[in-house]
């Protein structure tokens, strides 16, 4: 029997209720091109950092310390909750081997690109923003491949051959 090869995607996209409000983004065409092919290692950073769910909506914001992850509605900070967690992550999802990541768009911390980022006072600066996890997993592995949902399916065959 071949051995499967691991990639890690954020969890919500497999169907898991891990989303801010409680909901999910599955997006099954994923689940259908590559079930038979990889072992999925699904990770959600929000969740997974003690964030809970739901919570509240979070947003990047640039300030003098960089882009940071605040509560919309109350401005508060989790980036360092964030970046503690997504430290172990990184070295845990080196040690499983993974071999690609596939992150959902437009999150404050699995968005590859085009995240809305924001100033302190709320203006947009536009789409011009990388989540946290998804900047600190292409850091690490500058050569591995990572796509976002809307990729499918035409990197399909590149995460697998």
Do not use: H
Not at 50 to 74: C, D, F, H, N
Not at 136 to 145: H, N, S
Request: glycine content about 10%; hydrophobic content about 40%.
């Amino acid at each position: 029997m071949q051995r499967k090869i691991k990639i890690g995607i954020s969890a919500c996209l497999l169907g898991v209720n891990c989303r801010y409000n409680g909901c999910t983004k599955a997006c099954p065409m994923i689940y259908d091109l590559l079930k038979d092919k990889v072992q999925f290692i699904p990770v959600c950073p929000e969740y997974n950092c003690g964030l809970g769910m739901p919570r509240p909506p979070m947003r990047l914001e640039t300030s003098a310390k960089g882009t940071r992850v605040k509560v919309i509605e109350t401005g508060e900070d989790k980036t360092d909750v964030l970046l503690d967690w997504i430290n172990v992550e990184v070295k845990l999802l080196e040690r499983a081997g993974i071999a690609a990541f596939i992150f959902k768009a437009r999150s404050p911390s699995c968005g590859l690109r085009n995240v809305e980022l924001f100033t302190p006072g709320g203006r947009s600066l536009g789409p011009v923003g990388q989540g946290l996890f998804a900047a600190a997993m292409k850091r690490k592995f500058p050569e591995m491949t990572f796509c976002e949902e809307g990729d499918f399916p035409e990197i399909a065959e590149k995460l697998v051959y």
